[in-house]
């Protein structure tokens, strides 16, 4: 039962990140803008910037079909808990940067964060997100090798010793 569990946890943050990198993959330019409204990256060198713009869709891309093959699975997941734990604190903090500008209700907050999604509402980001730390971060941790190719491969392996 926990290895099904954590298969499926492994395809909702998997195809989840896959899914939401193509945009950002297809289109590096306006991901780049997002990043830059942000500001917690500095705009020299301009390589660093246009880099992150990207390299991390890709990162969250391979990650995410990792993840769901299950490859490196643990690897995969450490990233991606890294990965949405930065930009959900960019998010919160942006949020907050716009609550305290403007006399709005916090859930009222709209923006284009940058996820591929277009304009979302915080909060429904937000505990989005903290669903998608909780279960990478619970894979990154756990042992279990089932459901996953590379499980195939290490049986096969140690048949034939």
């Given at each position: 039962?926990?290895?099904?569990?954590?298969?499926l946890?492994?395809?909702?943050?998997g195809?989840?990140?896959?899914?939401?990198?193509?945009?950002?993959?297809?289109?590096?330019s306006?991901?780049?803008k997002?990043?830059?409204l942000?500001?917690m990256?500095?705009?020299?060198?301009?390589?660093?910037?246009?880099?992150?713009?990207?390299?991390?869709?890709?990162?969250?891309?391979?990650?995410?079909?990792?993840?769901?093959?299950?490859?490196?699975?643990?690897?995969?997941?450490?990233l991606?808990?890294?990965?949405?734990?930065?930009?959900?604190?960019?998010?919160?903090?942006?949020?907050?940067?716009?609550?305290?500008?403007?006399?709005?209700?916090f859930?009222?907050?709209?923006f284009?964060?940058?996820?591929?999604?277009?304009?979302?509402i915080?909060?429904?980001?937000?505990?989005?997100?903290?669903?998608?730390i909780?279960a990478?971060?619970?894979?990154a941790?756990?042992q279990?090798?089932?459901?996953s190719?590379?499980?195939?491969?290490?049986?096969?392996r140690?048949?034939?010793?």
């Amino acid at each position: 039962m926990k290895a099904l569990l954590l298969f499926l946890l492994r395809l909702y943050v998997g195809l989840y990140m896959a899914y939401y990198s193509l945009p950002k993959i297809k289109r590096p330019s306006d991901f780049l803008k997002n990043i830059r409204l942000y500001e917690m990256v500095p705009e020299n060198p301009p390589w660093l910037l246009n880099g992150m713009a990207v390299w991390i869709p890709w990162m969250e891309l391979l990650a995410g079909l990792f993840l769901v093959l299950g490859i490196a699975r643990r690897g995969a997941a450490t990233l991606l808990t890294f990965l949405l734990v930065i930009f959900s604190a960019a998010i919160l903090w942006r949020t907050l940067g716009i609550f305290q500008a403007q006399d709005i209700a916090f859930c009222d907050i709209a923006f284009d964060c940058g996820c591929g999604t277009g304009e979302v509402i915080i909060c429904h980001k937000l505990p989005i997100n903290f669903s998608l730390i909780l279960a990478a971060a619970w894979i990154a941790c756990s042992q279990d090798r089932s459901w996953s190719l590379t499980s195939k491969f290490s049986r096969r392996r140690n048949e034939t010793e």
